[in-house]
């Protein structure tokens, strides 16, 4: 366990219990999560509604309520950023036409907005008030906590976004766990599988640790940065508050907080 190893979860995550998934990470490496993501979410979510096409883009922007109701919104008003149909206050997600949803196994909480262009595959859990971008690749088993952001261009899979957690733009994250506000600088790559297709394997208190994974790409604690077009190399751990400068490489390996890569 990490503990025995004297690197405790809280040198990544503060407040983890007020995430969804903080039961995945009980016990375990922080990186074991990754491994059950995919059935946790299947096991979790609901189908979304007939009504919601799957497959092709979507042909008008729609408001799915948090009562599961199917709204074109161009029907709803707006007022103060609060939305009403019919003179009714409602609370849900917008869906804007041309994204395209390929699965029926994406839950949407409030206040979630899904951009144009952008592609969401199942299974995908998006917590209040997360942004997917125009143009945004969501390979499916993602979670993202509250305003987390998945950006223009940014290509996610398996992965965990912890509230405020966000990949702004042109971005790369693969088998990957983003602690609270962290910020990925434009063009991040976040590496997940080595030329050798081996798994990942750490050396961490001069121990050496097989984690089982052939893709596993980057834990970054609450708060850490990364510059523009920095690569973080499959299997590199950063404490929190850590920074990775502008086109650097950084890793693999364990970093303690605050370290700075420059």
Known sequence: MFDNM???????????EKEKIAELFKNVF??????????????????????????????????FTTEGEIIPLKEIDIYDEEYYFRGK??????????????GRKIFFEKDVVVEPFSLISSPAYFSKGTQIRHGAYVRGSIYTGEKAVIGHAT????????????????????DSILGNNVNLGAG???????????????KINSETIDTGLKKFGAILGDRCQTGCNSVLQPGTLLGK????????????????PG????
Request: charged letters at 20%; proline letters at 8%.
């Open 241 to 256: 508050e850590s920074y990775v400068y502008p086109n650097r490489v950084c890793g693999p390996g364990y970093f303690l």
């Open 6 to 16: 004297n690197i405790p979860l809280n040198l990544f995550f503060e407040n983890l």
């Open 155 to 174: 290509e996610v899979k398996n992965s965990i976004f912890f509230s405020s957690a966000k990949a702004p733009h042109f971005a790369y994250v693969g």
């Open 188 to 202: 991040t790559k976040l590496a997940n599988l080595k030329f050798s297709k081996k798994n990942i394997i750490l």
């Open 30 to 63: 922080p990186w074991e999560p990754l491994k059950v993501l995919k059935i946790y979410l299947l096991d979790i979510i609901s189908d979304l509604p007939k009504e919601i096409p799957i497959g092709v883009p979507l042909s008008e922007s729609l408001f």
């Open 259 to 262: 370290t700075k890569i420059k």
């Open 89 to 102: 206050k409602i609370e849900g997600a917008i869906l804007k036409a041309g994204a395209i949803l390929t």
